[in-house]
């Protein structure tokens, strides 16, 4: 077994169970693209097996922090086991969930979700790429599926050095998928669609706005962001009267649109627009138009600490003006789903949006991910969503 070592003071992190060893920490040692590492002290103190990445800045991910257990085979059938099993204690409204959630479950770099028949995974580090056939034979043996679709696109395999794969790897057949969320349906494509095909971790939160439309009976909604239209198909569900969504996609827009007849509401209880957000949202405010809703999920505007003061100004701007076009009593979702956005940091740049807006309003609720989306006590990064539900004053 190939082995790394560490330089004098870098182990605390890994003494604390965090599963990463960035590539400054390391003194000396290397292996092939995924291979499993032994991981050790300045002094020799064995610290964890990991998966070596020779081209990433986290050089390695660490497996385990057990000396005398394998990584082979049936430590990846045990772990994915486990993952599953514990889904099994969230209270899950739906057949679209998250069965693996990377680092949370022990597998870092692997992502995996469920929609109805059919898997969908992502791998993201050359560790889980080198045992990808016995994740993906897992994977079908643990939920009795046939079928399993790749999206490894996303930009972190570059900064791993793979190259992007997407695709079939068991089953086949069309890409196009309807889930049952609650008591409405949502379609997605799992080939095209944002990360696996939809968001996932959102669930619990367009639950919690539906309830919120029936309660205060809103009127007049505007979902900003609104990719396929989650939150509008929630707003309509809960009674509100009428729904603007708007997004930069053309073809998010249309699967807006065609979730909204899914569902059978009227289509002129909504209006989708295939436009820029910020610039409605002027638009809006210079119009004096107001909203008893507004729904805030923007992209990742700072994918790590380093963006996280250019990204400050972006969110701050964006809550500012909806703040200013919400109607007195009119309640706020905003979230972000920034890993370099602290949930401290996030509080702050609203409460600054809304200074700058004149708005007072209660924060009456903080919101996260949905409970298949995990994390941990070792793993803070794990919570990348955060959100905060506003009541205008």
């Not at 994915?80 to 739906?94: K, M, V």
């Not at 009127?219 to 809960?238: I, R």
């Not at 805030?296 to 100004?313: G, I, N, S, Y």
């Amino acid at each position: 077994m190939k082995s790394i070592r560490l330089r004098e003071g870098k182990d605390r992190s890994l003494l604390r169970r965090h599963p990463w060893v960035f590539d400054g920490a390391i003194a000396r040692g290397g292996a092939d693209p995924g291979e499993t590492v032994r991981v050790e002290s300045h002094e020799g103190r064995f610290l964890a097996w990991a998966a070596f990445s020779p081209a990433s800045k986290i050089r390695a991910r660490a497996w385990s922090f057990d000396e005398a257990e394998r990584i082979d085979a049936a430590f990846f059938i045990a772990r994915i086991a486990s993952a599953i099993r514990a889904r099994g204690l969230f209270d899950i409204q739906s057949d679209g969930l998250r069965l693996i959630h990377g680092e949370s479950d022990g597998l870092p770099g692997l992502v995996v979700d469920r929609y109805a028949d059919t898997l969908v995974a992502q791998f993201s580090s050359c560790g889980v790429e080198r045992w990808k056939s016995v994740i993906v034979q897992a994977l079908l043996h643990e939920t009795g599926l046939t079928r399993l679709y790749e999206r490894s696109d996303a930009s972190v395999r570059s900064l791993e050095g793979l190259p992007e794969a997407t695709g079939w790897i068991a089953g086949s057949g069309q890409t196009s998928i309807t889930i049952t969320e609650h008591s409405w349906q949502l379609g997605l494509d799992i080939a095209e669609g944002h990360k696996t095909g939809f968001y996932l971790d959102q669930r619990d939160s367009r639950r919690k706005f539906a309830e919120h439309a029936q309660r205060l009976k809103f009127k007049d909604v505007l979902n900003c962001y609104c990719y396929t239209g989650g939150f509008t198909v929630a707003a309509l569900a809960g009674g509100a009267t009428h729904v603007t969504s708007i997004d930069s996609s053309g073809p998010a827009i249309e699967k807006a649109r065609a979730n909204v007849a899914l569902n059978g509401f009227d289509a002129g209880r909504s209006t989708l627009l295939d436009a820029d957000v910020n610039a409605s949202l002027r638009q809006f405010h210079k119009e004096g138009r107001f909203f008893d809703a507004i729904v805030l999920d923007p992209p990742k505007f700072a994918p790590t600490v380093a963006h996280a003061e250019r990204a400050a100004r972006a969110y701050k701007d964006i809550n500012r003006i909806a703040l200013s076009i919400l109607a007195p009593g009119g309640v706020l979702f905003t979230y972000s789903c920034s890993g370099g956005i602290s949930a401290d940091l996030f509080h702050k740049i609203v409460a600054s949006a809304g200074m700058d807006a004149g708005v007072d309003a209660f924060i009456t609720e903080r919101l996260g991910g949905a409970p298949d989306h995990p994390m941990t006590v070792n793993f803070p990064e794990g919570e990348y969503l955060k959100g905060l539900v506003l009541l205008r004053r």
